[in-house]
């Protein structure tokens, strides 16, 4: 059974850092593409970064580019986000998740497999 278990989300001022992890179980998560999805109060689902099978990155959003980047761990297991310069724009729930393609799609709210989110949350 696949599971995906984010972890390292909390309450930030501007400007500061965070970085993300997403562990993965029940499949090989480093042989998929995996995608990181934020959603803020009231409002749709964002996509944030994505890497394939490759360590390719796709960005799926404008405003994070020079500030978050993503990548994988050395064990087989994990994926992280990390979250340079963030504002209180970045505010949200941020997901993990991946449909098991070895490539990045625009399809993301269609995939499979999600984690339980973790809180991320940017005071001005």
């Known amino acids: 059974q696949v599971q995906l278990e984010e972890s390292g989300g909390g309450l930030v001022q501007a400007g500061g850092s965070l970085r993300l992890a997403c562990v993965g179980s029940?499949?090989?998560?480093?042989?998929?593409?995996m995608a990181w999805v934020r959603q803020a109060p009231g409002k749709k689902r964002e996509g944030v970064l994505c890497?394939?099978?490759?360590?390719?990155?796709?960005y799926y959003s404008d405003s994070v580019k020079g500030r978050f980047t993503i990548s994988r761990g050395n064990a087989e297991r994990t994926v992280y986000l990390q979250m340079n310069n963030l504002k209180p724009d970045d505010t949200a729930v941020y997901y993990c998740?991946?449909?098991?393609?070895?490539?990045?799609?625009?399809?993301?709210?269609?995939?499979?497999?999600w984690g339980q989110g973790t809180q991320v949350t940017v005071s001005s």
């Open positions: 998740a991946t449909d098991r393609t070895f490539s990045c799609n625009n399809n993301y709210e269609q995939y499979r497999h």
């Open positions: 890497i394939d099978s490759g360590g390719r990155t796709t």
């Open positions: 029940g499949f090989m998560l480093n042989s998929y593409a």
